[in-house]
């Protein structure tokens, strides 16, 4: 999931693309009793329905505390084309129309529109190849409909599952929550998202001030859906781009300090489930995951934020792209190769090199978004 810029304040975080990336008692949202998280009347959720609350002139706020249920419907669903077999990219278009998911050949010649949905902004591909996860919002009129939040668009983002084979999308995760960084676990029994929750608004002087908690990396268990967070609830702390280990017993992550003005980035290694942290990289960002595991791609901030490969010990450091501010970073299957997006005066590109460094000053770009315009955040490499 992509960050490219950030507030530094609690009360509102900004993510730029290319292209122009728990329980009530915590904090966060009720769950139902499969451990569907979704919204119930609760105080935490949306404004007391009891308490007098100034409208700052934009009317009413939602107005009854009835859990809402979201659909495929809902996020403006539309399967398009059947996912291709083969090697392939998976990439999405977060611009407010055509909002797509698509497919592209590794040489950057064929590109497939798979789905469509309301402002694809994260995505995950399962590992066996037969779901993706996706975050999807809702326009201003249907947030403001169940959460209150008026005028703070895509604050609202739930997790959807696609199902490749029946061409149909569900939800698995929602409430008042903002669901990034979908990530699968080992054999697909668990997705791994970074979730800001607790969206509230409030009115001073007829100015509307909203908060939220998060960014905090929680474990949705499949199937089922029960939400557990992994990482605790500190402010100005916050825990993105989950890559869990192949066998499942580590877990690595970007961590966020804010004091002030200033920002530390780092790379963080946890044992699973819920165990010690440790530092693995400090003045580092947006850590991914080798298929096998051995090795993590990260952005360095140590070295212009450009684009490094290390082995998962932190041995053998090499810069494999000098391009400031790549983001996005995605191996290959065989693991040869990574994928990323950089941000292009005009437009967007996502470039591709080799992971022994042959090829940092010379990526290759497979697909520029001057001609088309796509606003691109997320993605992924696959063989199906």
Request: net charge negative; charged share 20%.
């Amino acid at each position: 999931m992509r960050h490219g810029a950030l507030i530094l304040t609690s009360v509102a975080v900004v993510a730029l693309g290319c292209g122009g990336g728990s329980s009530a008692a915590d904090g966060g949202v009720d769950g139902a009793a499969d451990g569907t998280q979704y919204d119930a009347p609760l105080p935490q959720d949306g404004p007391d329905a009891t308490a007098p609350i100034p409208d700052c002139g934009l009317g009413e706020p939602r107005p009854d505390g009835a859990a809402w249920v979201p659909t495929a419907a809902d996020v403006d669903f539309a399967a398009v084309h059947p996912l291709p077999t083969g090697e392939q990219i998976l990439f999405n278009d977060w611009n407010t129309s055509p909002n797509a998911l698509y497919s592209m050949t590794p040489d950057g010649q064929t590109v497939t529109e798979v789905f469509r949905a309301y402002r694809i902004w994260s995505m995950g591909i399962s590992r066996a190849r037969d779901l993706i996860a996706f975050s999807s919002g809702y326009d201003l009129d249907v947030q403001d409909q169940h959460y209150w939040l008026p005028t703070l668009g895509d604050a609202i983002q739930h997790t959807f599952m696609y199902d490749v084979a029946s061409q149909t999308a569900q939800v698995v995760a929602y409430g008042s929550i903002n669901d990034e960084c979908h990530t699968y676990g080992p054999n697909d029994t668990a997705l791994y998202v970074c979730r800001r929750y607790d969206f509230r608004a409030s009115c001073d002087d007829w100015d509307i001030l909203y908060t939220n908690r998060g960014w905090r990396i929680g474990r949705i268990d499949l199937p089922g859906n029960a939400f557990t967070f992994l990482t605790p609830d500190v402010d100005l702390d916050w825990a993105l781009s989950p890559q869990p280990t192949p066998d499942g017993t580590t877990l690595f992550y970007a961590r966020i300090q804010i004091a002030g003005t200033t920002q530390t980035r780092t790379v963080m290694k946890m044992a699973l489930p819920g165990g010690a942290t440790e530092l693995w990289k400090a003045n580092a960002a947006f850590p991914v995951l080798s298929p096998d595991g051995a090795r993590l791609a990260y952005q360095n901030w140590d070295d212009q934020y450009t684009l490094y490969v290390a082995n998962v010990d932190g041995s053998m450091p090499t810069q494999i792209s000098n391009r400031k501010n790549a983001s996005e970073a995605v191996f290959s299957p065989d693991g040869t190769q990574v994928a990323f997006l950089f941000d292009e005066p005009n437009g967007c590109c996502i470039d591709v090199v080799k992971t022994d460094g042959s090829e940092a000053t010379a990526p290759r770009c497979l697909k520029s978004c001057t001609t088309n315009g796509e606003f691109i955040t997320e993605l992924d490499w696959i063989t199906r």
